[in-house]
Structures are given as C-alpha cells and as structure tokens.
C-alpha cells in the first residue's frame, strides 16, 4: 500500500498533566508505603490544533492545546499520525460524548485516561502509555499491599515500614482537579515558560507579624550517641553464640558467615578501638586513616550476616556503625559513602526491623539503629532511602524511648536538611524534606508521647519549615495532612499540658509551626 502523502496525514500527541501538583513525587513514598510514584497523570489527545479530555465537570472539553485550565502540561508524547480528517475528528468525538459523560466519570475507574486510550486506538491503531493506563490499579494495589502488611512494633497500627496513609486529602484534592470546568483561566500556552522570581524577592517568612520567635531557643548543634563502649569479647562471643546457630548444608554459606565474622572481629573492632580515646561528646578522637580495602570489606561483611542472623543479634554490628557514624572522617568521607557502608546495612536492616512484633521484639537493634541515624545526620552522612525509612518507623515504634531516639535522630537530620534547603538547586533536598516532614506529622498524632518527644518533634518541623523554597508545596501537604490540626491536638494533650517549665517553649513551637504550614 502506498505511503499517505504528507497533506493527509496529521500529528496525534498525547499532552500529560499532574492532578497532584508534584505532590505524588514528593510524599507518594511516604504516604504509600514506599510505593513511588512520579505523577497522577491527567491526559489530553491533541490533533487537529485542538486538545480533547475527559473529565467529570463537563464530561469530554475542548480547547485550544495548552489552555486548559491543568495549565501547562508537563510531558508531550508524540503518538503517532492519522489520516483521519477534521471533519471526521469532529464526528468521532461527538459519538464517544454518548458514553464519557460527566456522570459516568470516575477517577479510578473510568478516567480522562480511559478516554484517550480508546480515542488514539481509533486514530492511530494504538493506545497510550501502559503505565498511565495502569496508574489507578498499581494506586490500589499499593492501598491494598499497605493494609495486608503485617503489623510490627508500631504504635496505634501504623504499618511497619512507616506511618498509616493520610490519602484522604490528596485523593479529593486529585478528584477535584480532575472534574474542574474549563471555564477556568486559560493558562499559557505550552512554549511559553513563566521565570521565577523567587530569589530577588524576601521570604514570606520575614514579613510575619508577629514574627517567629521559638526558632532563637533551638539548639544549633546536632546530638551525639557514643558514651557506651564497645565491649569486644561480648561482640565476639555474640556473633559466634549465633553463627553456631545457623543451620545450613551449604558449606560456602558457613565459609562465608565465618569469614565475615574474622573480617568484623580482627579488622573492624580493632580500627573503632583505635579510636576510642574520645573526651567530649561531637569531638570523636581521629581514628586510623581511611581505609577504602576495609570499607568494601566490611560493608561485605555487614551484608552476609545481616542475611544470615536474626534480627535480634544484629545489635553488635549496628553499635560498631554506630561509632564509625559518630567519626566525621568515616560518616561523610567519600571513600565510606561510595563503598556505601552505611547506606547498604540500612538496607539490610529495614525490611529485617519492619517484621518485628511488638515492642519488645529486637528492641536493641531498633535503639542502637536510632542511634547510628542520630549520629550518621550529626556528621552530615547519607543513610539513603532506607535511613529514612527506619527514621519513620522509629518515630512511630511503640516503644516510648525508641520513639525518643528516633525524634533526636530527626532534629539531627533536619538541622542538615534546613542548611541544604538554603542551596541554589535544592529540588531533591525538598523531596527528601517533605517526606520527613510528613513523619513528623504523622508522628505527632501519637497520644502516648512523652513530651520531651513531642518538644523535638515540633523543633524538627520548625528546623525544615523556616524558609522552605517551595511554599506551594508546604501548602499543600498541611492541606492533605490536616496540620493545622494536628498542631494544634498535640498542643492540648496533658504530655503536653503537664510538662511544667517545657510547656510554654513546646507549645510556642507548636503555635508557629502551625503559622509556617498556612503561610
């Protein structure tokens, strides 16, 4: 068959929005259980200088491409060509008005997306991406997978791997985006790009009245764990008592739990005992000089019997990255972080904690673990995305002192988080930031908290909020997270209320939090 001509053949481009703003990419790790996801796409067939969607305001809308009322769309995909006329075009939309109507629009189930996978099988022969077809089911699932989790040492029946969803908020505010008229302000077109101003003008945080003052009464330095000793023969006794214990026909496998073991007890001790003349708390004695050989070595190590041993005897090892976290030569040399020391035993130990039942259960691993993010943020170390997944969960573990450690370990990361905010392209910082932030929020809806807890939890938020670039963004997660409220309940509680001279520094922590998040 011949090749259509040019003059008949036309573009069929797929225009791709973002109901959630950016928040999906933002908070979806958090609020999903560590399922991300990088947009809630809204789509549009454009074709014949028109832009053509389903919604539940007005059921199938047209508009010139670009000036809808989602604004400027954030991914362009080239679909294909059509031999289909305008004419014809306009035909076709006109049948499928009888079957996408407002009335039969549902965010799940039957969706813009819906529409314009059955619209570009009729033009082109073909549908869109799968993966925005498949957004709603893979959302579901993540629900579902969240709910079927077993319940570990959590409080209040959060999962185990981080805070119960507040989706509530995001889910309506999605869905109202989506059925939004067009009669909306038409935005720009697609070629042209608004320039941001941010940085010429002052922080809207300088301008309140009256001004925040709680921020002047936090601490600026970050809170170290190194006053226990390492006790070397009860490490070594600890790890062959449970090596002995592994029952397993592989001989490699014995081979190489005993070869971690020599490579933790004869390597690893003696380089953290050579350094444990320490006097003053955040002034660690030098230890010995950076050792790339025993760095991969020992994160080897750490990976073998992290594998192998339960979660209960992992304790020893987490107390020697403890110290080694408490050393800034060792937390943020660049030798440690590419060998990924720290990084790479957080990611054995998240899902191994996350299985935990109870209190109770390992309860010197969760603590030590505590302590080594407090003392790895203090040094400005990088504990990946598995180290925020432990903080989350720690600040949400049922036991009290647990909880504790975890919200010191917070106020340390958000003291670095709030410098690196303040740096020129901060936009990864951010993300990192609101997913913490939304722990801390979900955290303090905790009724048990002592309020010591509670003080540093709400200094954390203070720490991250002040002068966050993204005011937007902070708007919108107070808005799907409730904070107002939820500042405002911890502030009423009798941890809170009976705290004696603590009370009026937590409460005016709280009270201008509160202020941040509606700014």
Same mark, same amino acid.
């Given at each position: ?335 440690? =972080?590419? @060998?990924?020391?720290?990084?790479? #035993? $957080? &990611?054995? +130990?998240?899902?191994? *904690? ?5 209190? %109770? ?63 020129? =392209?901060? @936009?990864?910082?951010?993300?990192? #930031? $609101? &997913?913490? +932030?939304?722990?801390? *929020? ?5 009724? %048990? ?71």
């Amino acid at each position: 068959m011949a090749e259509p001509t040019q003059s008949t053949v036309h573009k069929v481009e797929l225009y791709c929005y973002d109901l959630s703003g950016g928040l999906a990419r933002q908070l979806s790790a958090a609020l999903l259980g560590g399922h991300h996801m990088e947009a809630v796409w809204h789509t549009s067939i454009v074709a014949h200088g028109q832009e053509v969607f389903f919604g539940g305001g007005e059921g199938i809308s047209i508009t010139a491409p670009g000036r809808s009322h989602h604004g400027n769309p954030v991914q362009v995909t080239q679909l294909g060509q059509t031999e289909i006329d305008k004419e014809t075009f306009q035909m076709l939309i006109d049948d499928l008005r009888e079957r996408f109507t407002a009335s039969s629009y549902n965010l799940f189930n039957y969706n813009c997306n819906n529409f314009s996978d059955e619209f570009s099988k009729i033009l082109i022969g073909s549908g869109i991406p799968q993966h925005i077809l498949n957004m709603p089911a893979d959302f579901q699932t993540a629900l579902r997978n969240m709910s079927n989790r077993p319940q570990g040492g959590m409080a209040n029946g959060a999962p185990a791997g981080g805070p119960a969803p507040p989706l509530g908020g995001l889910v309506d505010m999605i869905n109202q985006r989506a059925q939004q008229s067009t009669t909306s302000q038409p935005a720009a077109p697609p070629s042209s790009v608004a320039e941001s101003s941010t940085n010429a003008q002052p922080h809207p945080h300088d301008s309140l009245s009256p001004p925040i003052t709680s921020l002047s009464s936090l601490p600026a330095s970050p809170t170290y764990f190194i006053a226990s000793p390492i006790k070397p023969d009860a490490l070594a006794r600890s790890l062959d008592e449970h090596i002995r214990a592994v029952r397993s026909p592989d001989f490699n496998a014995k081979a190489d739990l005993q070869e971690a073991r020599k490579i933790i007890v004869k390597e690893a001790l003696p380089w953290i005992q050579d350094g444990s003349g320490s006097s003053a708390v955040g002034k660690v004695a030098a230890r010995r000089n950076v050792d790339a050989q025993l760095a991969q070595r020992w994160r080897k190590a750490n990976d073998v019997l992290c594998a192998q041993l339960p979660t209960a005897a992992l304790f020893p090892l987490v107390d020697l990255l403890r110290h080694a976290a408490a050393d800034g030569n060792a937390a943020n040399h660049s030798t440690y =972080n590419n @060998a990924q020391l720290f990084s790479s #035993a $957080l &990611e054995s +130990l998240a899902p191994k *904690l996350g299985k935990t039942q109870g209190p %109770d259960e390992a309860r010197s691993t969760w603590m030590t673990t505590m302590y080594l993010l407090a003392n790895l943020s203090a040094n400005k170390g990088d504990g990946g995305a598995a180290g925020i997944t432990l903080l989350v969960a720690g600040l949400l573990h049922a036991d009290l002192k647990v909880a504790n450690v975890a919200a010191t370990a917070a106020y340390n990361l958000c003291l670095v988080l709030s410098e690196r905010l303040r740096q020129p =392209n901060s @936009a990864s910082v951010e993300e990192v #930031a $609101l &997913e913490v +932030l939304t722990a801390l *929020l979900e955290a303090l809806k905790r009724t %048990d908290l002592q309020a010591d807890t509670v003080h540093r939890i709400a200094a954390s938020l203070m720490r991250v909020m002040w002068r966050f670039p993204d005011l937007e963004a902070l708007t919108g997660l107070a808005e799907v997270l409730e904070a107002s409220e939820v500042l405002k309940e911890a502030g009423r509680r009798d941890n809170v209320v009976g705290a004696g001279s603590d009370r009026v520094a937590i409460e005016a922590l709280l009270k201008d939090c509160e202020r941040l998040m509606r700014t």
